[in-house]
């Protein structure tokens, strides 16, 4: 079975600094993907950036990329020039290629604040 | 386009009832994933369905339990509702929830309380 492991709870950035947060996962699986939502206060579980094991590139969308290191099994995310918007909590998943599909195993989530 | 929807936002039941708790997909998703969410247990997967079949499941007893329709929308229902019930119930959608197209939507939960 896959384990997802967030170890920061809580995390607090400056307005318009870099943060990062972490996540490391266990699988004996080879093909799989990651990916770390966000959940603001509102409840709503928005999909931040996703990455397929098998690419070696590091995803990227605008603000927000991630580190991935295949062999070492950690992925985490780096949100540069933080918004007050960014303020929620985030959670890292992992999903199987194939043999679990619309399985995701999460995080326990870190609960990132943006203060002005 | 429609997001995902769920209904009831809020729910409020006693011990020992049963909840029926609904999950609309977007348009064209035919899969269906429902979560537990809780501050102590986080995100805990309970099933997913897909074409109206489940297709895989989570460590949860038999009280829970799910169906999907044909036209994609899902129910899940607790029976003889405990305390420990008592969580944010989140659904999402995928168009098949396979490589490819593994982005998953979710709804904004429905928060059941057990009193």
């Known amino acids: 079975a896959q384990t997802v492991t967030q170890s920061q709870p809580e995390m607090s950035v400056q307005e318009a600094e870099t943060v990062t947060l972490s996540c490391t996962y266990d699988?004996?699986?080879?093909?799989?993907?990651l990916f770390w939502y966000k959940q603001p206060p509102s409840r709503q579980m928005i999909l931040v950036i996703r990455?397929?094991?098998?690419?070696?590139q590091n995803a990227t969308e605008n603000r927000f990329s991630v580190n991935f290191q295949k062999a070492a099994k950690s992925f985490s995310l780096k949100i540069s020039d933080s918004q007050l918007g960014d303020t929620a909590m985030y959670f890292c998943?992992?999903?199987?290629?194939?043999?679990?599909?619309?399985?995701?195993?999460f995080g326990d989530g870190t609960t990132l604040t943006v203060k002005p | 386009k429609a997001g995902v929807t769920q209904t009831p936002r809020y729910l409020i039941k006693t011990r020992g009832q049963q909840v029926t708790l609904s999950c609309s997909p977007i348009?064209?998703?035919?899969?269906v994933s429902w979560y537990q969410q809780t501050p102590g247990q986080g995100l805990q997967f309970l099933f997913e369905?897909?074409?109206?079949?489940?297709?895989n499941k989570g460590n949860f007893p038999g009280r829970f339990s799910g169906r999907q329709f044909s036209n994609s929308r899902s129910e899940m229902n607790v029976s003889t509702l405990e305390l420990g019930d008592s969580a944010l119930y989140l659904c999402a959608s995928s168009q098949t929830g396979r490589s490819g197209n593994t982005e998953a939507f979710f709804g904004q939960g429905t928060r059941l309380t057990v009193v």
């Open positions: 998943a992992f999903m199987s290629y194939n043999t679990n599909a619309g399985k995701s195993t």
């Open positions: 699988t004996s699986e080879s093909n799989y993907y």
């Open positions: 348009s064209g998703h035919r899969s």
């Open positions: 369905y897909f074409s109206e079949t489940q297709r």
């Open positions: 990455q397929e094991a098998y690419k070696q």
